[in-house]
């Protein structure tokens, strides 16, 4: 980048995937660097800083350039092969015995693995409505809580939970806080900022924004022991993300802005008009008023309140499942942040146990007209 006489702003350098200029053709466009090896200097070093395809990769590096500035990240960021590897990879970087408190109401299949699985690793995982601080307050034991996780918001309820205010909970009893941010993006909330030590990404989600990338970030607010740990998770196990995938990840990191504003005006316009159609008995989106978080999201939420929102069918379950299928424009799939919208029936994909109400059915906002939206949910609604 040129010097400038203020910063360029987030959305001016994503925009431009940081400016990066390729030194050889002057492609404003990055190549997409698939090389598995490196040259070795005569003198039997590596000064390019690249060893080997598993670690370094420039098509990731640009790609986890952009997402470190989104989140003001210290550390940096990490890309991984799914939202899932990143996210397991902060459990990993845990030892065995540790305390783990979660959330009830989180992204189905990571509370699935963290009972399941990384018990049998040895962590000990409680599960509290993190909403309640007094209840997340009572969960923390210092000393033996070493991670609090938190979702916000948190799918398929929206459910907000006070950054800040754990990010001091957890702190105060010498455990760090790690927050799956997928559902509000960098552009709507910076974790660290409020506190976190660790932000997640599902970055298949908005941060690609077109449902063709399975990946997932972590951001992290200082290079400290439990950072570099992480690091080795990742090249030790491989969870590496390709440069195909990275390559599209920073095609789609330049136009998030712009999605996301979309998107979310979109949502909330949904929210308004869905409140009010006789079909619908409650709407469940973090912008509304009577929205039980809706104080604090106005609080650690900028610019909108994310591009999700749910509604409960009055009718009940048989009628939102009839409803899911009538649609058109919308289309009937799992996963979110894409620019088609989605809609599912959650409690269907999430299986018995789940805290997801049968009536639900769960709205991922595109950037469709709203107008031709809102139709397409009214008529399968009736
Ligand atoms: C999708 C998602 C994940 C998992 O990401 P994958 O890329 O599917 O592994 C984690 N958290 C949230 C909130 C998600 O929506």
Redesign the pocket.
């Known amino acids: 980048m040129s010097s400038a006489p203020r910063p360029w702003s987030k959305k001016s350098l994503a925009a431009q995937a940081m400016g990066h200029v390729d030194p050889v053709t002057k492609a404003i466009v990055s190549p997409i660097h698939l090389a598995t090896t490196y040259l070795r200097d005569p003198d039997n070093q590596y000064s390019s800083g690249y060893v080997y395809g598993r670690p370094d990769n420039a098509t990731v590096r640009e790609a986890e350039a952009v997402i470190a500035m989104l989140e003001d990240a210290e550390a940096g960021a990490l890309l991984f092969s799914?939202?899932?590897?990143?996210?397991t990879a902060v459990f990993g970087a845990l030892d065995p015995g540790d305390h783990v408190v979660a959330p009830t109401v989180?992204?189905w299949?990571?509370r699935r693995w963290l009972a399941e699985e990384a018990t049998r690793w040895g962590l000990t995982v409680d599960f509290v409505a993190t909403d309640d601080l007094a209840a997340l307050r009572a969960a923390v034991t210092p000393g033996r809580t070493k991670l609090v996780w938190l979702?916000t918001p948190?799918?398929p309820l929206w459910t907000i939970t006070d950054i800040a205010q754990a990010a001091e909970i957890a702190h105060a009893a010498g455990a760090r806080l790690a927050v799956?941010s997928?559902?509000a993006s960098p552009v709507v909330t910076r974790p660290l900022a409020l506190g976190a030590d660790v932000v997640?990404h599902?970055?298949?989600?908005v941060l690609n924004g077109h449902s063709d990338v399975?990946?997932?970030a972590l951001a992290g607010a200082r290079p400290d022991a439990f950072w570099a740990r992480i690091q080795r998770i990742r090249s030790g196990q491989g969870a590496i993300l390709g440069p195909f995938e990275a390559f599209l990840l920073l095609r789609g990191l330049r136009t998030l802005h712009v999605r996301i504003a979309a998107q979310m005006a979109g949502a909330a316009e949904l929210a308004r008009r869905l409140g009010a159609h006789p079909a619908v008995g409650s709407v469940l989106y973090p912008g509304l008023a009577q929205h039980p978080g809706h104080a604090i999201a106005a609080r650690q939420m900028s610019g909108g309140f994310g591009t999700m929102l749910s509604i409960r069918v009055a009718a009940g379950e048989a009628a939102a499942v009839a409803a899911a299928a009538r649609v058109g424009l919308w289309k009937r799939a799992t996963?979110?942040?894409g620019v088609e919208s989605l809609i599912e029936h959650r409690a269907s994909i999430e299986g018995p146990g789940t805290p997801c109400p049968p009536d639900l059915l769960r709205l991922s906002t595109g950037i469709e007209d709203p107008d031709d939206l809102y139709a397409d949910l009214d008529q399968a609604l009736r």
């Open positions: 799914s939202g899932m590897a990143a996210a989180m992204y299949a990571l979702e948190s799918n799956d997928t559902a997640m599902a970055a298949t989600k399975i990946a997932g996963s979110l942040g």
